[in-house]
């Protein structure tokens, strides 16, 4: 009686979507309690999850609050990212490894919308899942995702790119610190190499300080410079997809998205050292949480078939990406260190 009574209370707006952001919020707590007790990546999880409940999505209470979260909460986690980065993280790593990952982010991109491209793909699907590869991970696939124009197939492009760069990113997270040992680099440079390499933020932390104290110190400050890059590769995608006319016959997109706007005012607040860093530790914790939640949302929204249907090519696009940043940021350490 009592949670009938306080739902009448809410605006009619907020009625239509609690239903599908609880559910949402349910899977996001589901998937995190999974995620810490067998150590796998929290978006797969959650976006298996959503889609164990996709019935959900269909035409019922949840579907608008689904819609939102897979939309507009995703926006608010992306924002929330800012307060990861200060300026001074990124002065504290020298000039090397910054301009080293401006070329591999580059570099990384750049090739994966010319093979995406050559392989018949939409060229999108290369900046997506290159980005995904190049930046950090799940977030940067669903930061891109939210800025680029509506599409009948960026969902699933969305939901396969995740899965895979989650996959390979637990892959990278046992793989590569025995090939930084087997290669001898020393703490500094195997430091540099995980982080300027493995994908999501959690797999490099949880790499780099497996293998000492210093090498995960130097692994996550290379790795939140990669998450840097995230504000002006979303400019670059909206530019381009206006340039291109890429918007399904809709509106052209903002030349910037309100939320990467957002993150650039939350990065140059959170470099001024004003922030408290409990706000900042919230802050980022509620990001996660966002993001969290929009993949349960999307996963919800997504059927298991339609992931089955994407063959054989696009693995190989991802698993190419992957292997190409590696070998890059390798070749790059040998010749700058």
Known sequence: MATALSMTALPARSRELFPGVLACGVVAAAATFLSQHYGAPVMLFALMLGMAMNFLSAEGPCKPGIEFTSRQVLRWGVALLGLRITAAQVAALGWHPVLMILVSVVLTIGLSMVVARLMGFNILFGLLSGGATAICGASAALALSAALPAHPLKERATLFTVVGVSALSTFTMIVYPMLARALGLDEHMAGIFLGATIHDVAQVVGAGYGMSQGVGDTATLVK??????????????????????????????????????????????????????????TGTQVSSWFLVAAMAGIGMKTQLGELVTVGLKPVVLMVGETVFLAALVLGLLRWAF
């Open 224 to 281: 939140l410079m990669r998450v840097a890059t995230l504000l002006p590769v979303i400019m670059f995608a909206v530019m381009f997809t206006r340039a291109a006319g890429k918007n399904a016959g809709g509106p052209r997109p903002p030349l910037l998205p309100w939320f990467a706007v957002a993150f650039a005012a939350l990065v140059a607040l959170n470099s001024t050292g004003w922030l408290p860093k409990a706000v900042t530790v």
